[in-house]
């Protein structure tokens, strides 16, 4: 069930009522919501709710274990089988085909004939899966740590795994800051649910009005065809798609975060307005955050951080980012792309710690807007990468990232009488001119003179906006961030 | 959770609830007004010919298996010999568009014209597909038809990009068939709740196609067609523009008639009869084939026009179920194509679509028919 549908709209009233209505009764209200979330997962592939299930009964099991046992080796125990079990079904569903395809093409190339023929198995890859796997094997590792206490009830437990804002596409939350939420009493907080509102509006409004104009009128003729639109071309086309990604991202989140709001809960940030990132350590701490800091924590950390010296350093930083990489999808178009992210890193911060960001900010205006371009330069490079590996149309993979790149080194001029993609600059231009705009306008203004109106105007906006919006989204294009 | 708290009273869902409202008065006037019917740009070129100022005498709706296979300068030609008198026709059949499309074409061509003494409405296997109208479904059912979606539950295949990746192909595991059965429920659902939630966009769109169009019209215009020059050129020179076979379109289009004409041979599909099962009659399948075809029919009635169903092959293709056939013929009469001639693969440009000659062939045919007519 896409947020985008009309499906969405009529299924989100009818939770919020019927779950307001119920908030009294702790346990009916929680197995509303689950209810709910089984029936929006559902919507996309029934018989992968029972693999949702299957991965939340194994991390309850192995996190109640963890908390209960006494000696070191069986708690160890308990957290390698819900490693296991979890990086298991995920290694399958998303990355069986990947390394067994490059598996036989290793030993085809070393004389083993069989293995040329190998054939892909057919696995179909359950939505979401990258999403709520991260989710569950954070509450079992942070149990195992001793940060977090067990879940109080399987029911708590599975609405934490399944809540169905953040099921199919994040934020990846955690336990220790979802969970909490859940032992406090339900209170309808009017301004929290208005400021919800608010956010699914401009989620929605940044999905349709923005994101899908710049994906399918300057990004993906770009990308279908390369040569014909030149280095000009090229370097647009790899803009235009760093910020359809952030966009269409970001919108996700944005909604995510409003339907839990509207329905009393809160959901942690996954982004803050990245190209503003001076170094590209400040880029992670800005871009799916939920994601970057998972990693942080939970890889780069225990590998040893920066460690003792700068090879130890690269070592933990290209395998994080490597794995952050394959995290996107199994294709060496993400490996690529972690890898450049990672030496982009290395190359930024070997040299001492990333500066602060109070110590960014104290820079010269001339040095910040060149730090800032020198940033959105290297990421939209990376672009050329990434969105050659996603599924979209005219995608070639790694041989159309290299033509791409041909095309760039060689400053191809393209074939003559390329048409202006117009409306996709224009896009461009407006989503450029709303995140490099200070904070307090237009989120600040607009928000505040919208909590001002009376309800039956609210209604009204909303019944405009959603026409507009539906006039404009004739195709429903599905969020990119589904696919991995 | 004290008194003040509770949702009814609080203000974003008094806000909710006053959303709900005007999406419903949005669905009304939608409905009322018929503002879906704005919302394809195919539409501003039939309100150019809707509002032609001639009357016709013959009117042809369809999909464009009869906007390529009908062409009404020969038809009137071929007819006004054969009578000695003028006969005038309009060939007002839309690309991509199924019989919903033409009911209300007609309707509308009716508001603006003396009634024709005869329409030709196309059926055959591509128009009557099941599955057909799902893309454009929502935009021209009523919400009486959206409850009957829900419960009936006629339509059993979804052509989106993302559920096919999401969606197991063969048998695989589904106990009982509850997975599918559930797949098809929820594909019901989404539809019948399009239709329902239709009625602001409607709304937005034909105000912003008046604006558009400086209140001339509520039809959003269409953009500068693909191939303006060559169709400029065509027009000039013979009055019509089609894709001829010796074009680099007509022969990349030619492929799928060259491998049916593989698959199938010309004798085998000269004697081919329905095989499979007779189920258009079925109430849960074909539902809006039906009832499209039998709105048509009535106001046919009403105004004392004569009806003709027209069968516009496809290349080498199945027949006409014998439950399409008593149908038709149930409704008006049926008027079948002689496919001994066009069958043979000059006549097609695609396995779908007449080429020039199966055009020419087809429009004296249709004309011979009409001079038949009492």
């Known amino acids: ?484 | 959770m004290d008194a003040s708290t509770s949702p009814l009273r609080s203000k974003s869902s008094l806000a909710g609830l006053w959303f709900l409202g005007f999406c419903a008065l949005a669905l009304a006037v939608s409905q009322h007004f018929e503002l879906a019917l704005c919302a394809d740009a195919r539409h501003a070129t039939l309100r150019e010919l809707v509002r032609a100022e001639r009357d016709a005498e013959v009117v042809f709706v369809g999909s464009s298996q009869t906007a390529r296979g009908v062409m009404p300068a020969l038809f009137d030609q071929r007819a006004s010999e054969l009578l000695g008198r003028d006969v005038r026709s309009v060939n007002l059949a839309t690309f991509g568009n199924a019989r919903h499309i033409s009911y209300l074409t007609l309707e509308h061509w009716l508001e603006h014209h003396a009634a024709p003494r005869v329409v030709y409405v196309e059926c055959g296997v591509l128009s009557d597909v099941p599955e057909y109208p799902h893309k454009t479904l929502t935009r021209f059912g009523q919400p009486r038809d959206a409850l009957a979606m829900a419960w009936e539950q006629p339509y059993e295949f979804v052509d989106g990009r993302e559920f096919v990746r999401f969606e197991t192909s063969g048998a695989g595991f589904d106990v009982g068939g509850i997975f599918r059965a559930w797949s098809v429920a929820q594909l019901n659902v989404d539809l019948a709740l399009d239709v329902l939630g239709r009625g602001p966009e409607d709304c937005v769109r034909t105000l912003a196609n008046f604006a558009l169009e400086r209140g001339a019209s509520p039809y959003w215009m269409p953009g500068e067609p693909a191939m303006r020059a060559e169709i400029a050129r065509q027009v000039e020179e013979r009055g019509y523009f089609r894709i001829e076979l010796d074009s680099a379109e007509g022969i990349e289009a030619h492929r799928s008639v060259e491998k049916q004409a593989a698959a199938v041979s010309y004798e085998r599909a000269l004697a081919a009869e329905w095989k499979g099962p007779d189920d258009f009659a079925d109430p849960a399948r074909f539902r809006v084939a039906r009832l499209y075809a039998e709105k048509i029919a009535r106001l046919c009635r009403e105004r004392g026009i004569r009806l003709v169903f027209l069968d516009q092959p496809n290349f080498r293709g199945r027949p006409l179920r014998p439950a399409q056939v008593a149908f038709y013929r149930s409704l008006g009469e049926l008027f079948r194509q002689d496919k001994s001639v066009l069958y043979r693969e000059e006549s097609f440009l695609d396995s779908g679509h007449l080429s020039v000659a199966g055009a020419e062939f087809a429009s004296r045919a249709l004309a011979e028919h009409f001079a038949t007519l009492k």
Not at chain 1, 73 to 98: E, I
Not at chain 1, 327 to 345: D, E, K, Q, R, S
Not at chain 1, 436 to 458: G, I, N
Not at chain 1, 471 to 484: C, E, G, N, R
Request: glycine share 8%.
């Open chain 1, 1 to 484: 069930m896409a947020f985008n549908s009309t499906e969405f709209v009529c299924f989100f009233l009818l939770v919020y009522f019927v779950y307001w209505a119920i908030a009294r009764r702790r346990t009916a209200s929680f197995l509303w919501l689950v209810l709910a979330s089984c029936v929006f997962y559902a919507g996309w592939n029934a018989k992968f709710l029972l693999l949702v299930v299957a991965s939340a009964a194994l991390d309850w099991t192995c996190g109640g274990a963890i908390h209960r046992s006494e000696s070191r080796r069986a708690r160890r125990a308990w957290l390698v089988l819900s490693l296991v079990g979890n990086l298991g079904l995920l290694g399958y569903f998303k990355y069986f085909n990947f390394f067994a395809e490059n598996v036989a093409r290793g030993l085809a190339a070393a004389g083993f004939e069989g293995a040329a023929t190998f054939v892909p198995w057919e696995i179909v890859l359950p939505a979401g899966i990258s999403f709520y796997t991260f989710q569950t094997l954070s509450y079992t590792i942070d149990i195992y740590r001793r940060q977090l206490a067990p879940a109080r009830t399987p029911l708590d437990f599975f609405l934490f795994v399944s809540f169905f804002p953040q099921l199919v596409a994040g934020p990846i939350v955690r336990a220790a800051d979802f969970l909490p939420q859940l032992d406090a009493p339900a209170r309808h907080d009017e301004g929290r649910v208005a400021r919800g509102l608010y956010r699914i509006a401009t989620g929605l409004a940044k999905k349709v009005l923005l994101a899908d104009v710049i994906g399918k009128h300057l990004v993906d003729p770009v990308f279908a065809d390369p040569a014909a639109h030149g280095a000009q071309g090229v370097v647009l086309g790899c803009s235009g798609a760093l910020f359809q990604f952030y966009l269409d991202f970001s919108a996700y989140s944005d909604v995510a975060i409003g339907a839990a709001a509207c329905l009393g809960l809160e959901l942690c940030e996954n982004f803050e307005r990245p190209f503003l990132a001076q170094s590209i350590s400040d880029f992670w701490r800005r871009w799916h955050m939920s994601l970057s800091t998972w990693f942080r924590d939970y890889v780069f950390v225990p590998l040893g951080a920066r460690g003792a010296h700068r090879l130890a350093f690269l070592r933990n930083l290209m395998g994080t980012m490597l794995l952050t990489g394959l995290w996107h999808g199994a294709g060496w178009n993400y490996v690529l792309w972690g890898l450049m992210h990672g030496v982009f890193t290395f190359v930024g911060t070997a040299f001492g710690a990333p500066p602060r960001r109070d110590e960014l900010a104290a820079r010269p205006l001339w040095s910040r807007v060149a730090r800032r371009a020198g940033v959105f330069a290297l990421v939209a490079f990376s672009m050329l990468f990434f969105r050659n590996g996603t599924l979209a149309e005219g995608n070639r993979g790694i041989a159309g990232s290299l033509e791409m790149l041909r095309t760039l080194v060689t400053l191809s001029p393209g074939a003559a009488g390329q048409p202006l993609p117009v409306l996709g600059l224009v896009a461009l231009l407006v989503a450029a001119l709303v995140h490099f705009t200070p904070r307090s306008w237009p989120h600040e203004v607009v928000r505040a003179r919208w909590l001002a109106l009376p309800a039956v105007a609210q209604g009204l906006c909303l019944c405009l906006f959603a026409g507009a919006l539906g006039a404009l989204s004739y195709a429903k294009a599905p969020f990119i961030y589904f696919q991995f």
